[in-house]
C-alpha cells in the first residue's frame, strides 16, 4: 500500500494511494497515519480491505497539499556517512559502526513543502535519503533479518544540512541538522510488500534541473536490517519513529569550490524509486 495524509498542515487526513493512481479517502476507516495505526495488524487489514472492494471515495488531488506520510512521530534518527562514495567525497574513512545522531521530529515537513535557508546561512546543503518507519517497537533486536519485521515501511526524506553550522561551530551535528523545514518526508509511506528489496533502491536529487545525486542503497555500508538491529541497542524505536539512512555521493559539500550551496530562490527535486517524488522551493528564514 501507499499511504499518505493530505490537507492543510495540521489538519491532514489520511489517504491511500490505489494500484490505479486513484487518490482514495481513508478517513471513514482510520482517524489518522501514525504509530498506533501502524502498530494495528487489525486497522491495516481494514484498510487493504476497502481498498480491495473499491469502496474507498476518490479525492480530487488538484491543489491538495501532501503532508508528511505519518503524523506524530516521536523521533528521527539519522545515519551519517552510510554510502561508501558519499564517505570517500567527503575525504573520510569508512565508519566502523554506524554513525547515529538525532533530528527533532518537529523538523519534518510535508514532501513539496518550502524549505527555510536559515538566517546567516552560507552553507545549507542537500541528502536525497531512504527513510524508514517503525511499525513495531525494536527493542535489543537480535539480527538484521529479524529487524525488517520492525518496519511499517518506506518513504523519501530530505535530510537538509547547513554544514557551517554542522561542522564549523563547535559541538555536535545538532546546530546544522535541526532548523526549521529541514525533512521533508514522503509522499507516501510505502509498505514493505512494495518494497522486496530496500537495497536495490535509486536514489536521485536535481537543483534547479541538474542532476547532482544518482545512487543506490545497494552502496550502503549498513543495510537497512543491520541500521534497526544496530539503533535499537541504544535507544527503544517505536511505532512511527523515522530512521534516515543516510546518502550516497553528491552533495554540494563534496563538490569542488566553489561549492553550490543552496539559496532562496532554488528548486530541489528528488525521488527514491518507488516511494514517490518531493519538489521544494527554498525562501530565505
Not at 513495531?136 to 554544514?163: I, N, P
Amino acid at each position: 500500500m501507499k499511504l499518505l495524509r493530505v490537507g492543510t498542515a495540521g489538519a491532514e487526513r489520511p489517504a491511500l494511494l490505489d494500484r490505479d493512481g486513484v487518490l482514495r479517502d481513508l478517513s471513514a476507516i482510520v482517524p489518522d497515519i501514525d504509530g498506533a495505526l501502524l502498530s494495528d495488524a487489525s486497522a491495516l487489514d481494514r484498510i487493504r480491505a476497502a481498498a480491495g472492494a473499491g469502496v474507498l471515495p476518490a479525492l480530487d488531488p488538484a491543489g491538495l497539499r501532501i503532508g508528511p506520510p505519518v503524523a506524530r512521530i516521536g523521533k528521527v534518527v539519522c545515519i551519517g556517512l552510510n554510502y561508501h562514495d558519499h564517505a570517500a567525497e567527503t575525504g573520510q574513512a569508512t565508519p566502523a559502526e554506524p554513525v547515529v545522531f538525532l533530528k527533532a521530529a518537529d523538523t519534518v515537513v510535508g514532501p513539496d513543502d518550502t524549505v527555510l535557508v536559515p538566517r546567516g546561512s552560507r552553507k545549507t546543503d542537500w541528502e536525497v535519503e531512504l527513510a524508514v518507519v517503525i511499525g513495531r517497537t525494536a527493542r535489543y533486536v537480535e539480527s538484521a533479518e529479524a529487524a525488517l519485521g520492525h518496519v511499517a515501511g518506506y518513504a523519501v526524506a530530505h535530510d537538509v544540512s547547513e554544514r557551517e553550522f554542522q561542522i564549523e561551530r563547535g559541538g555536535t551535528w545538532d546546530k546544522g541538522k535541526n532548523c526549521e523545514t529541514f525533512n521533508p518526508l514522503g509522499p507516501w509511506l510505502v509498505t514493505p510488500d512494495e518494497v522486496p528489496d530496500p537495497q536495490a533502491l535509486g536514489l536521485r536529487l536535481w537543483v534547479n534541473g541538474e542532476l547532482k545525486q544518482d545512487g543506490s542503497t545497494a552502496d550502503q555500508i549498513f543495510p537497512v536490517g543491520e541500521v534497526v538491529r544496530y539503533v535499537s541497542r541504544f535507544m527503544t524505536l517505536y511505532p512511527g519513529d523515522v530512521i534516515n539512512t543516510g546518502t550516497p555521493a553528491g552533495v554540494a559539500m563534496g563538490q569542488p569550490e566553489p561549492k553550490p550551496y543552496l539559496r532562496a530562490g532554488d528548486v530541489v527535486e528528488l525521488e527514491v524509486e518507488g516511494l514517490g517524488r518531493q519538489r521544494q522551493q527554498l525562501k530565505d528564514a
